[in-house]
């Protein structure tokens, strides 16, 4: 069975520092992994994808995300933050684009 | 413009009173799926489609019905809701979820009393 931890439920960084979030994943095989962002009282957006191409991922409004498969990890980073970064973000995981599992999220708030 | 519509947005019923949440998309996806956000827990999935008449449970499925009898609609009904229900709700879509981005829907905050 598939599984997802994300770290802090709750991160603070100053605006302009470094974003981290952690996402470590238990899969049998090499999952398909995802981050999505909640804004307040909207639906998710995804921020970028591994689909086991390229091992560090690119994705939306400057964040990254590198897999690692010997730590089962997918963390999402991005150099410096913004006071518009302020939300919930999903790590998420799914072997074969049928079940999906996701963590329970991390909220980040941006300090001026 | 390309967006999956839930309604209500917001519902408040009654132990026992049966209901449904509509769900439709406009981009002729086959993949649709419901899950439930619970604080602390994240996003739980509830059932999922792969296609027309084709269902299957997912991780928190008790208490909960599907029916997909058109490609567009994916209806979740509770049959006989229970307070432990009371949830935000999100339906979702995507073209190919193995490799493309699930399309959410606004979510309907349900209670039940």
């Known amino acids: 069975a598939q599984s997802v931890t994300q770290l802090g439920s709750h991160v603070s960084v100053s605006e302009g520092a470094l974003v981290l979030l952690r996402c470590n994943y238990s899969?049998?095989?090499?999952?398909?992994l995802f981050w999505y962002v909640q804004y307040p009282n909207q639906g998710l957006q995804l921020l970028l994808k591994y689909t086991s191409a390229a091992t560090l991922v690119k994705g939306i409004n400057g964040f990254e995300a590198e897999f690692k498969k010997s730590e089962t990890s997918f963390h999402l980073t991005k150099p410096s933050a913004h006071m518009s970064d302020a939300a919930e973000y999903f790590c998420a995981v799914t072997l074969y684009g049928q079940n999906f599992v996701f963590g329970p999220g991390t909220r980040l708030s941006v300090l001026p | 413009e390309a967006q999956v519509t839930q309604n209500p947005r917001y519902l408040i019923t009654v132990t026992g009173k049966k209901l449904t949440v509509t769900c439709s998309q406009n981009m002729n996806h086959e993949y649709m799926s419901w899950y439930r956000q619970d604080p602390g827990l994240g996003l739980r999935q509830i059932y999922y489609?792969?296609?027309?008449?084709?269902?299957d449970k997912g991780d928190v499925p008790e208490g909960y019905k599907v029916s997909r009898k058109e490609k567009r609609n994916f209806p979740l009904i509770l049959e006989s809701p229970s307070p432990n229900q009371t949830s935000l709700y999100f339906c979702?879509?995507?073209?190919?979820?193995?490799?493309?981005?699930?399309?959410f829907g606004s979510g309907t905050q349900l209670s039940v009393l």
């Open positions: 979702a879509s995507s073209l190919r979820p193995k490799s493309e981005k699930l399309f």
């Open positions: 489609s792969m296609n027309v008449e084709v269902t």
């Open positions: 899969s049998s095989v090499p999952p398909y």
